[in-house]
């Protein structure tokens, strides 16, 4: 395949599926995509998509849908969701491939795709590129998305099928390639499916009862936190966040909300930054609510992450 320049993938104008209820939407126009109906080669069906290597990616798109995944290591919901995205590009045994992007390490492929906040979904088909959604959800919504995309795929002639090296676009044999998923503590396996259908009250309460019994339980505290900010999120839309924010910038809970925005975007910096600069003009109340939502952000993105320690240290120093 020819390697396209990075700056050539210009992804911006795509087509707005709106969760695929305008079933009907098509690609930007032109003629359909030649090839349909051919086998290709690939070295696997889950592939990882750079700025370097999106033209490729562009050009495998042509005769087979590629279904794009922008995540980052840090993200909770991305855990959730990309096994979903890898057992169902399985499932459909080649018809459709599945490329995934770290926004942290590929900063043009995020800019192109317009990724406010991550997970974001999209598929390129023929070329040309399919806004899907946001956020984890279900797998049998998932599911369905990958049908539409099918369909609108074979609208534009994208009917190829993938083939791997060592069969393993069989649907079964994927599938059974897949590493077992480990067993899950009771009130973990209940929030984690709660989350899955969108359910963030009971997941708040499955962890919060986790922490009850066991108040040293990371993975409740980490989980918690994460699943607090989608609930924070959850209805919500970026316009409609960011507007109360600039309408409102000494309005704590706005500029919370639009911290949590920023965060769950990948804009961590801003999101610390955000909330840092906001903190001396506060009353103690404020402080304190400042000061717990930073906390429990560094248990979203992670204890470890290289962003939290310097982050810590300018809250320390603005306490004390």
Not at 31 to 42: H, L, Q
Not at 181 to 193: D, I, M, S, Y
Request: proline residues 8%; hydrophobic residues 45%; glycine residues 8%.
């Amino acid at each position: 395949m020819t390697n396209l320049p990075p700056s050539g993938v210009n992804l911006r104008g795509a087509v707005d599926l709106s969760s695929l209820v305008n079933r009907a939407a098509a690609p930007a126009p032109g003629a359909p995509a030649a090839g349909a109906g051919v086998p290709v080669p690939v070295p696997s069906l889950v592939l990882e998509g750079t700025d370097a290597n999106f033209g490729e990616v562009l050009e495998l798109s042509m005769t087979v849908p590629v279904i794009v995944d922008l995540w980052a290591e840090w993200c909770g919901p991305c855990k959730q969701l990309t096994p979903v995205l890898e057992k169902l590009t399985a499932e459909f045994g080649g018809r459709i491939v599945l490329a995934k992007v770290d926004v942290d390490s590929n900063p043009q492929l995020s800019q192109a795709f317009a990724a406010q906040s991550i997970p974001t979904v999209a598929a390129v088909v023929g070329g040309q590129p399919v806004q899907l959604f946001s956020g984890a959800i279900p797998e049998a919504q998932v599911r369905e998305v990958f049908e539409r995309v099918l369909e609108l795929a074979a609208q534009h002639g994208v009917t190829g099928t993938a083939q791997t090296p060592a069969g393993d676009d069989a649907p079964d044999e994927a599938a059974e390639a897949l590493p077992a998923e480990p067993e899950l503590p009771p009130h973990h396996r209940e929030a984690f499916e709660a989350i899955e259908r969108g359910d963030y009250d009971v997941a708040i309460s499955e962890y919060s009862t986790a922490l009850a019994k066991d108040p040293r339980d990371q993975m409740a505290v980490a989980g918690l936190a994460q699943v607090r900010l989608l609930a924070r999120l959850q209805g919500k839309s970026i316009a409609e966040i960011r507007s109360a924010a600039a309408a409102g910038p000494d309005e704590l809970d706005a500029q919370l909300l639009v911290a949590d925005l920023d965060l769950s975007g990948g804009h961590v910096e801003d999101a610390f930054d955000r909330l840092l600069t906001l903190f001396p003009a506060q009353d103690a109340a404020g402080k304190n609510t400042i000061r717990e939502r930073i906390l429990e952000l560094f248990q979203v993105v992670g204890l470890e992450d290289p962003r939290v320690p310097p982050t810590r240290s300018r809250l320390t120093a603005l306490l004390y």
